[in-house]
């Protein structure tokens, strides 16, 4: 089993920035790739972005692309994503989740998953 705690979400004006963190324990070295995911209200869970753990190699959604990047770092097992330009609409909670395979844009391709952690964008 991997373990996921994300941390770091809040309150933030738009055009600010936040930076998530998602610290992974258990059995980390099955992991293959990590990806970000965010659910507003009345919405469903959709793909933010993922990540290559050991190549870093990156796919973002169009929505995010040229704001969010996504990063890990291996050695301390976590995974993160810098969040700038905030807009309301970025407003959800967002969950980070592993997969023993490659990097996936389909929430159905991960088996672990986070708590979640809210992010609000005021306007």
């Known amino acids: 089993q991997v373990q996921l705690v994300e941390s770091g979400g809040g309150l933030v004006q738009a055009g600010g920035s936040l930076r998530l963190s998602c610290a992974a324990s258990g059995r980390t070295f099955s992991i293959r790739a990590m990806g970000w995911f965010r659910q507003a209200p009345g919405k469903q869970r959709e793909f933010v972005a993922t990540?290559?753990?050991?190549?870093?190699?990156?796919g973002y959604a169009d929505s995010v692309k040229g704001r969010f990047t996504i990063s890990r770092d291996n050695a301390k097992n976590t995974l993160y994503l810098q969040m700038t330009s905030l807009k309301p609409e970025d407003t959800a909670v967002y969950y980070c989740a592993a997969r023993e395979g490659l990097p996936s844009y389909s929430r159905d391709d991960y088996g672990y998953w986070g708590q979640g952690t809210q992010v609000t964008v005021s306007s």
């Open positions: 990540i290559n753990w050991f190549y870093g190699s990156t």
